[in-house]
């Protein structure tokens, strides 16, 4: 069976989470690993959250290789879709459906290397592991959190490959291909603002919640906080500044940056630099006040912290409180239950250039640059095991297709012709890092 046909058959599987269902496609992929003679287990951490994993044998002179997934996909109103969500029908080239780019696609890329290597049998020194995992969309917990704290020695990896990278972005003449080395870390801060309650009828603007939090927020939001550089984003720039034709010093002057942002070409990369060069905390939930004539004592803004690789919460409690000042009275508390570190894998070394290697090899175009993502992926719960993650999915299409507003959106879908090369590139890429 093809790669295409795969990828239309796990369309088919409704695996939204919630509730996820991802029994469904676990059980799909045990049977095909099964009949290629592989021993797929498949593991529910609760009533229909299916998880599958199997492993290729090497030698064992190596630490494994884990190739892994999420066979959960986000919601959809299915009224704005142009062809059914779960149809997996091909219209103009391309094979729509939920999944088909987050991350469906990149399963069945998992699942067509394994099946390769078990038809190649090539001796390689580490065990090659796919895991398929429930939950991603969700938090994990379900999924490939489960794994790690249930069935360790099934997943226990040194290099973890998954979704989010090695696909093109064109600039001009150029095709960059960002392989994923890291993610931001999770850090929720309260600002609490206080002061005396008291009759809406007769308030004291003089010493009011409401409005602390609000002179709070206003200077917290007037700029973005400080700029910092990691290793991975000082490569990135390194690799971009000819491209960009600003000088490199210029471009890795955290003071200069700032205003140098907005020249950058390109909103994808701009919004990229914008968020990977420093720690944030976006006000997202307000709470204040019961009943409408009661000025509340109490006013708070929830913050949605990430912090860059090597930074803590320390750090961001410390900009934050630069930003906001302390001559209001607004307490900063860290709910550190709901942390979790950044993560930042080398972007040198011989795991990373055996990626870029095959990627040049199979596209001798590619500038292949190392990429911090501001959000999170999965790969946050294998930290307990040290593996190293990184975001290779490569897939290959032209720069009219316009990919990232697909991704939890409507109509998503990918070019039938978007699969094959980058089965290719990643079972090549298995083959360079476990020979
Ligand atoms: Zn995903």
């Not at 029994?23 to 959250?49: C, D, F, K, Q």
């Not at 969500?85 to 067509?112: S, Y």
């Amino acid at each position: 069976m093809n790669a295409i046909t795969h990828l239309q058959n796990l369309i088919r599987l409704d695996t939204t989470n919630p509730p996820g269902n991802e029994i469904l496609a676990a059980t799909y992929l045990a049977e095909h690993l099964a009949a290629a003679g592989y021993e797929p287990v498949v593991l529910e951490s609760g009533p229909g959250r299916g998880n599958v994993v199997t492993r290729y044998r090497g030698d064992g002179s190596a630490r494994p290789l884990l190739l892994y997934n999420h066979l959960d996909v986000v919601p959809v109103e299915p009224e704005q879709w142009t062809h059914p969500p779960f149809g997996g029908e091909i219209h103009d080239g391309c094979v729509w459906g939920r999944g088909a780019l987050d991350m469906k696609n990149v399963v069945t890329q998992q699942l067509m290397v394994m099946l390769r290597l078990a038809e190649h049998r090539p001796a390689l020194r580490r065990d090659v592991i796919f895991a398929g995992c429930a939950d991603e969309e969700v938090s994990g917990k379900m999924g490939l959190q489960f794994l790690v704290r249930e069935h360790r020695q099934l997943i226990d990896a040194e290099i973890g490959l998954s979704e989010s990278g090695a696909t093109p972005i064109y600039a001009g003449e150029h095709v960059i291909y960002p392989i994923q080395v890291g993610e931001k870390g999770n850090c929720r801060l309260v600002l609490r603002a206080q002061a005396a309650p008291g009759h809406g009828a007769s308030p004291d603007y003089t010493h009011f919640a409401n409005r602390y939090l609000a002179i709070a927020l206003e200077r917290l939001t007037r700029q973005p906080l400080p700029t910092h550089f990691t290793p991975t984003v000082c490569n990135l720039l390194r690799q971009l500044a000819p491209l960009l034709g600003i000088a490199a010093e210029r471009l890795l002057d955290p003071v200069h940056f700032d205003a140098i942002l907005p020249a950058i070409p390109g909103e994808f990369l701009r919004q990229a630099l914008l968020h990977t060069t420093r720690n944030s905390a976006a006000p997202t939930l307000l709470r204040a006040g019961a009943k409408i004539n009661v000025v509340p004592s109490v006013a708070e803004a929830s913050l949605d912290g990430r912090i860059l690789p090597g930074f803590t919460a320390a750090d961001l409690i410390a900009e934050v409180r630069a930003a906001i000042g302390d001559d209001l009275p607004v307490e900063i508390l860290h709910l550190p239950e709901h942390d979790y570190p950044p993560l930042e894998a080398p972007s040198s070394g011989p795991v990373w250039e055996a990626l870029a290697r095959t990627l040049q090899a199979h596209d001798p175009r590619a500038i292949v640059a190392p990429n911090l993502l501001a959000g999170a992926t999965d790969a946050k719960h294998l930290l307990p095991l040290h593996t190293q993650t990184f975001g290779f999915s490569p897939m290959h299409w032209g720069p009219d297709f316009q990919w990232r507003g697909l991704v939890h959106g409507h109509d998503e879908r990918i070019p039938v012709t978007a699969l094959d090369w980058g089965i290719d590139v990643l079972y090549d890429a298995v083959l360079a890092l476990s020979r």
